[in-house]
């Protein structure tokens, strides 16, 4: 991803789409994301406990509009790799075409709204979920006001550009399905089925 990031800001910079100067900005942005990574895995023990609480979910649900929308699907797999979890991405905005069907008291929704100028309508969307009674997770990309109102928990990456925020908001994600798993007795390192598919193919 980062190499892939690296190449668009060259293109970027050489089609005229962003100017020397912004390229640096971002490029300095992108040099402080292992240290937010660190961050994240410093403070592991709120992802711990929050899955010593809810590894007996049923089901999740993760829910994200543009970049999160990928960024759920991601999240999505990793749960049901490695805990044998019902685990679904969905766009957030067709959450009323079917989807809100599916929720139930005791459901899991993970709301990603790392995207500061989408976050308004994740917001309306984590409190269609909540008022049905799913238990709402918001993972925001810096401090949002306006989860508080809408989620019962929330978790922070820290703020950054939003086109990178993804590239952390995956690694909490990553240590949910692990503690999650671990919580179940699952074998992290050998996951049901996973292997001999991936080998063989």
């Known amino acids: 991803m980062i190499v892939m990031y690296l190449c668009a800001l060259d293109l970027a910079e050489k089609r005229g789409q962003m100017t020397h100067a912004q390229v640096k900005q971002r490029l300095e942005e992108m040099s402080r994301i292992p240290a937010s990574m660190q961050k994240i895995l410093d403070n592991k023990e709120q992802i711990q406990f929050f899955a010593s609480r809810s590894f007996a979910v049923k089901h999740v649900f993760f829910i994200g509009r543009?970049?999160?929308?990928?960024?759920?699907?991601?999240?999505?797999?990793?749960?049901?790799?490695?805990?044998?979890?019902?685990?679904?991405?969905?766009?957030?905005?067709?959450?009323?075409?079917?989807?809100?069907a599916l929720i139930e008291e005791g459901s899991l929704v993970v709301a990603l709204a790392t995207q500061p100028d989408l976050q308004a309508k994740v917001a309306?969307?984590?409190?269609?979920?909540?008022?049905?009674?799913?238990?709402v997770l918001a993972v925001t990309n810096g401090p949002w006001e306006g989860a508080k109102g809408h989620s019962h928990e929330q978790w922070e990456i820290d703020a950054m550009e939003d086109t990178l925020a993804p590239l952390c908001a995956i690694v909490p994600m990553q240590l949910l399905a692990y503690y999650l798993a671990v919580q179940k007795g699952?074998?992290?390192?050998?996951?049901?089925?996973?292997?001999?598919?991936?080998t063989v193919e």
């Open 124 to 135: 309306s969307n984590m409190e269609e979920v909540r008022v049905r009674g799913a238990h």
């Open 66 to 100: 543009g970049l999160d929308y990928a960024l759920a699907m991601e999240a999505a797999l990793k749960l049901k790799e490695i805990s044998y979890i019902h685990s679904e991405a969905y766009a957030a905005g067709e959450l009323k075409h079917g989807t809100i």
């Open 186 to 198: 699952c074998p992290v390192d050998q996951p049901r089925n996973l292997a001999k598919s991936v």
